[in-house]
Nanobody, 125 residues
Framework: QVQLVESGGGLVQAGGSLRLSCAASGRTSGAYDMGWFRQAPGKERDFVAA????????YYADSVKGRFTISRDNAKNTMYLQMNSLKPEDTANYYC??????????????????WGQGTQVTVSS
């Protein structure tokens, strides 16, 4: 089993920044990709960004490109999401996820094996 714990959410004004962290523990040996998703009330869980374990390839949703940066520290089993130029529409519960499988779609929630409990991000206008 793998446990994921997010932190860093909060309330920020539009145009501000937040940095989310996701710490992994448990059976984290081996290569695993990680990703961030977000879910607003009454909406589906949407892909935000992902990063591969090996070469650190990064992937972003169009809505966050140029504003958000995903990174990871494999030695610390921790992933980060730096969010700049935040907009009210970024308001959501943000979840980190990890996958140990080969293949599958890393842009979809069903492409991941483990999930954190989420951290709320609220952007006021």
């Amino acid at each position: 089993q793998v446990q994921l714990v997010e932190s860093g959410g909060g309330l920020v004004q539009a145009g501000g920044s937040l940095r989310l962290s996701c710490a992994a523990s448990g059976r984290t040996s081996g290569a695993y990709d990680m990703g961030w998703f977000r879910q607003a009330p009454g909406k589906e869980r949407d892909f935000v960004a992902a990063i591969s374990w090996s070469v650190g390839d990064t992937y972003y949703a169009d809505s966050v490109k140029g504003r958000f940066t995903i990174s990871r520290d494999n030695a610390k089993n921790t992933m980060y999401l730096q969010m700049n130029s935040l907009k009210p529409e970024d308001t959501a519960n943000y979840y980190c996820a990890a996958r140990f499988r080969i293949g599958g779609n890393l842009y979809r929630p069903d492409g991941y094996d483990y999930w954190g409990q989420g951290t709320q991000v609220t952007v006021s206008s």
